[in-house]
């Protein structure tokens, strides 16, 4: 299953006869009233934090997230899809309709719409050198929902941009000097002496080595807040289906768009409401693997081969992963049902084989599971869109949740990221 962001769909999505202009801006609208409930939630109960963060530990302070305004329905694509690339092949179609029912994604969203490629009809011929107008698409649009989702995240969070130290910035989507960092800076209006960081292709576990560095950088600056951001579009893999690459059809059925932004401090304020403590990191790699997820930049954007022992190569080493991770919590106690769970999906196929490989409770990777049916695969991102979820299930159970989780995510290399986290 897939672990690098390669290919998008698209479809003009409408919900209940309404214009999918009227779902975008119903979408928008609540995405502000649930932003602004945190914060006044967090306003009345912050300083009833349930458990306090060890002294010097990194913290998530807050968390955002946004996507593009083009609405895919898993229940329209086909159709849709096939009909926008000229494609009216009966194997290539009956090949399709299969994958959107065995991704279980329900819906994503995409930069690619039908006047994008009205805009670059070059984008949908086989062997066009695109590779130009794919970043031009790419660049803006990564920025932009980096800066839409940092917004988000620093409403929640409650202080000023000026308060921000230090900038993470993530993205397996884009390509230029300078860098999407610089760009982001200025639209935030960050100080012109912020520390930036840029970490570039590293696929899905690129969320999760953003947040290593940025804990490393918190617990080593005192006073200092990072903000992370991820985010990712598949418009430089996105391709005509071609049977000579018959994955091209699992990432039509699998990838989505979006952004996420998180603000990461230790030893947090009063004014602050931390509501995870980032207790440990570990990252791995799988000798003799280079060649198993192989992804190349050419004229045409993104091609790239998978391997087929993937998923089985996670499930032989994931166990002694996380053992590793779990025995930093210096409690001989723990099992791995005692915790709380957020877990890259690849696929559907790759949860069910760790929750097989682990004997995990089916609860355990529920958040997961939610994540990729409402967003799809999104890269690095999608770890953070798991976690909000399992903040969101945490708070519901209060006193009675779990106090330490596991996050994790894997990738080109094959690289293992994990996280050993407390609930506060």
């Known amino acids: 299953m897939p672990f690098f962001l390669f290919s998008v769909v698209f479809t003009i999505h409408e919900l209940k006869g309404q214009p999918l202009i009227l779902c975008i801006f119903l979408h928008c609208d609540l995405k ?93 011929t086989e062997g066009s050198p695109t590779i130009k107008q794919r970043l031009e698409i790419a660049n803006e649009a990564v920025v932009q929902m980096a800066y839409e989702a940092s917004l988000v995240c620093i409403k929640e969070w ?71 951001t991820t985010s990712e579009t598949t418009v430089l893999g996105f391709r005509p289906p071609n049977k000579a690459r018959p994955y091209d059809l699992v990432g039509a059925a699998l990838f989505g768009d979006g952004a996420a932004a998180l603000i990461i401090g230790a030893d947090p304020r009063e004014s602050e409401s931390p509501f995870m403590e980032l207790h440990c990191a570990l990252q791995q790699f799988l000798p003799q693997t280079q060649g198993v997820i192989d992804g190349r930049l050419s004229e045409e954007g993104i091609s ?53 490989k682990l004997k995990l409770k089916p609860e355990k990777l529920e958040c997961s599971r939610r994540a990729l049916m409402d967003y799809g695969n999104v890269s690095s991102n999608t770890i953070f869109y798991i976690m909000d979820k399992v903040r969101d299930e945490l708070e519901k159970k209060g006193t009675e949740g779990e106090e330490w989780g596991l996050g994790l995510a894997f990738g080109p290399g094959i690289t293992f990221e994990g996280f050993l986290m407390r609930s506060l």
Request: glycine share 8%.
């Open 32 to 124: 502000k009233m649930l932003a602004s409930a945190r914060v006044e939630k967090q306003k009345e109960f912050g300083k009833s934090t349930k458990r306090v963060a060890y002294q010097g530990k990194a913290t998530l302070l807050a968390l955002g997230k946004a996507f593009p305004s083009n609405v895919v329905s898993q229940e329209n694509l086909v159709e849709d899809y096939l009909r926008e690339i000229k494609c009216d092949d009966l194997s290539i179609k009956d090949k399709l309709q299969h994958l959107c029912k065995s991704t279980t994604v329900k819906t994503r969203y995409t930069v690619m719409s039908r006047e994008t490629l009205q805009k670059y009809p070059e984008l949908a």
């Open 158 to 228: 409650g202080r000023t941009v000026e308060d921000i130290t230090h900038l993470v910035y993530v993205s397996s989507s884009e390509f230029r000097l300078p860098g999407g960092d610089l760009y982001l800076s200025t639209q935030l209006g960050l100080r012109n002496e912020v520390q930036r960081v840029m970490l570039y292709f590293l696929g899905c576990y690129g969320g999760l080595s953003g947040l290593r560095v940025a804990k490393d950088i918190a617990e080593n600056n005192p006073g200092s807040r990072v903000l992370l």
């Open 304 to 356: 790239f081969k998978l391997g087929r022992d993937l998923p089985q190569k996670i499930e032989d080493n994931v166990e002694e992963f996380c053992k590793k991770l779990v025995a930093k919590a210096g409690s001989g106690s723990l099992e791995l049902n005692d915790l709380f769970w957020a877990v890259h999906p690849g696929g559907p196929a790759i949860l069910s084989g760790l929750e097989t």
